[in-house]
């Protein structure tokens, strides 16, 4: 298939170019590249004459649908977003621009694209939207989230998804566009932005710098390996049903300060100069609306589609901690950001 993957060179974005160019699709990345959109990351995909990267503003309506004219793609998968919760609590205005005003401008755009289509193209086109478990706010102590929960953000950031949800979900039912929706639990893995738990404690750690936790650290994540979440969106480009939507998630709850122990475990094996790396662990303030616990059931992505992850906890994270030592080139430069 002809792809555009908004948001291509952000940390599941380009996890996702790497998978659908390695399944044999031809990949346009559209990107505007903003502080967490990485260059880098893409680099295993420059030489492959089936990708091509173009930068772009999702919410430029205009070029958006100049482009998707040009490029004639069979599938939109949208995955530009801002997505960092701190940060949408200190400067919330990016959010709502990116994640609504963004998504409707694409969603707009796609709309136009479809409508040009006839027969086959038609039919087979699709948009797929991939969110977040966020917008389903916090759960109890048991429970998961399933594609029918209901919706009660806490923060802007899970807001301000939690309403592009809703515009793709009116752009179905309204102008029959055939979109498919995806919320997925907490991701980690290789070339993620150094602000999110995992590598801001790996890097922290090897620069013996504290390791801040929030709160009591009891808050619970799902975690799923961006590799296996590519590979889920694949799976529900290919196999997925127009209308629906699917949670993914790898039923792997952790304790924040259960992470960040073994971040340091796996760092005191691997990097002996700094251990106990344990010892840099500091409580800080808990951020306003954190949620306590996410968990996600994705027993219709696994019984409807077959999608299973490939990756356990453990060895994700010891592979991850493993890449973050192994690539200073990449994450360097992003060290030295303002």
Known sequence: MKLIVTGGAGFIGSALTLHLLGEGHEVCVVDSFTYAANPASLKPAESNPRFSLVKQDIRDFAKIAGLLTAVKPDAILHLAAESHVDRSITGSSAFIETNIIGTYALLEAARGYW????GEAADSFRFLHVSTDEVYGSLGPEG????????????????SKAASDHLVQAWRRTYGLPTLL????????PRQFPEKLIPLIILNALHGKPLPVYGDGLNVRDWLHVEDHARALHTILVKGQPGERYAIGARSEQRNIDVVTAICARLDEIAPAGRPHAKLITYVKDRPGHDRRYAIDPSKIERELGWRPSHTFENG?????????????WWGPLLKQP
């Open 317 to 329: 994270l010891a592979r991850t901690v493993d890449w973050y030592i192994a690539n200073p080139d």
């Open 182 to 189: 995806a919320n997925c639990s907490n991701n980690y893995g």
């Open 144 to 159: 998961a989230f399933v594609e029918h929960s209901p919706y009660d953000p806490s923060s802007p950031y899970s807001a």
């Open 115 to 118: 409508f040009s289509l006839r």
